[in-house]
Structures are given as C-alpha cells and as structure tokens.
C-alpha cells in the first residue's frame, strides 16, 4: 500500500534553515510528480511546492519562492524540502503528497491522491 | 494565480440533511477541480476529481457537479462520518490553490 513518511520537522529561530523528507513507498515514486502542502495551526491547506517525477520542473507557491526548494533523490525513493530563511508564518503543519496520476506530458493536470501524515515546523524565538 | 471562493466556511446541519458546499473561481478551469475530506488531526483525503469523478471507495452520498468556473459539492443524506471540514483545489495550473474550506459540523 502507499506509504509517505514525513519526517524533519522541528522547532526553528527565524531566520533559520530546516529540511524535510519524505519517505515513499508502496508505489514507483519515479513515475509521479510530489507536492508539499502545508496547513498552519488552526487554518486551511496551503500548496507549497511541486517537482516533476524526474526533477526537471518545479513550481513554488510566491510565499516561499526564493526561500524553499523542492528536490528528490529517486534511488531512495525520497522527497526533500529545503525551507531557508524561515519566518513565523512558515509554522504549520507540512505535508508531502502524491500525483494521482503519472504524468509524463508538459502539462501536469492531476489532483493529489495520497498524503502522508505531517510533520510540524514551529519557527519561534 | 487563479482565486477560489469558497462556501460557506461554516455549515450547521443534522444526521440526515443534504448539503451543499460551492467553489468559485476567479478564471475558468474546464473540470480540473478536486474536493478533499479533512478530519482534526489527519491528513486530508481525495473524495471526488474530475469535478464529479468519485475516488474509489467514497460513498455514493457524495456528489460533485460544475465546470468552468463554478463547482458544487453535494453530501445528500449526512450521516456522523462526515462531520469533517471540506477544501475544493484546482489543479488546471500552477500555482494549485485551494479554497478557504467548509467546516460542516454538528447543529
């Protein structure tokens, strides 16, 4: 069965750096593109960030462009998430999340079918 | 970007009532629309894509309609599961958006 794992997450000062992982399983993770999508205390989804199921494409939600980056490593079946230069507002609830469908053409139009179950980043002083 | 309004945010209803939860977009986006459950503490779920296609093993009670720029999701006879707060999500291009949510909760 499916199975995303996050993990990474943490209590961090402004300013300061953290990287997520996302362990996938159950599925080929080299066929599918993958989003973080994160939700901060007590509000709704926001999407994060998306990278192709070969890398050669990303997108960033304007929140984080410049300060995030998206990346995976196929041979470990891993998703990453660079976050820099946190701030308060980046505190939530990160999720990694799967493409419902393996997409191979320019244009990928699919909605998210598998979510993993969160890891909390707290950015405080 | 493309904006969604969706609603209401709240809905009050009983065991037993049909529902009816809209999403609005600032631009048209064929049928690339999607409805997610969330219950606190868990991740989301895909309920319905496609702006009507059900996921496979959601209940037949839950119903999506619309195309363009406004959608409609339908929970027809509510039962004690589904008190959950739902999101609509465009993915017809990025960045993906979702909708504030619609938390439908005990009246």
């Known amino acids: 069965q499916v199975q995303l794992v996050e993990s990474g997450g943490g209590v961090v000062q402004p300013g300061g750096s953290l990287r997520l992982s996302c362990a996938a399983s159950?599925?080929?993770?080299?066929?599918?593109?993958m989003h973080w999508v994160r939700q901060a205390p007590g509000k709704g989804l926001e999407w994060v960030a998306f990278i192709r199921y070969d890398g050669s494409n990303k997108y960033y939600a304007d929140s984080v462009k410049g300060r995030f980056t998206i990346s995976r490593d196929n041979s470990k079946n891993t998703l990453y998430l660079q976050m820099n230069s946190l701030r308060a507002e980046d505190t939530a609830v990160y999720y990694c999340?799967?493409?419902?469908?393996?997409?191979?053409?320019?244009?990928?139009?699919?909605?998210?079918?598998?979510w993993g179950q969160g890891t909390l980043v707290t950015v405080s002083s | 970007a493309i904006w969604m309004t969706q609603s209401p945010s709240l809905l009050s209803a009983s065991t037993g009532d049909r529902v009816t939860i809209s999403c609005r977009m600032s631009?048209?986006?064929?049928?690339?629309l999607a409805w997610y459950q969330q219950k606190p503490g868990k991740a989301p779920e895909l309920l319905i894509y496609a702006a009507s296609t059900l996921q496979s093993g959601v209940p037949s009670r839950f119903s999506g309609s619309g195309s363009g720029t406004d959608f409609t999701l339908t929970i027809s006879c509510l039962q004690s599961e589904d008190f959950a707060t739902y999101y609509c999500q465009q993915y017809y291009s990025f960045p993906r958006t979702f909708g504030q949510g619609t938390k439908v909760e005990i009246k």
């Open positions: 159950g599925f080929t993770f080299s066929s599918y593109g």
């Open positions: 631009q048209g986006i064929s049928s690339y």
């Open positions: 999340a799967k493409d419902y469908l393996p997409v191979r053409g320019v244009l990928v139009r699919t909605p998210l079918d598998y």
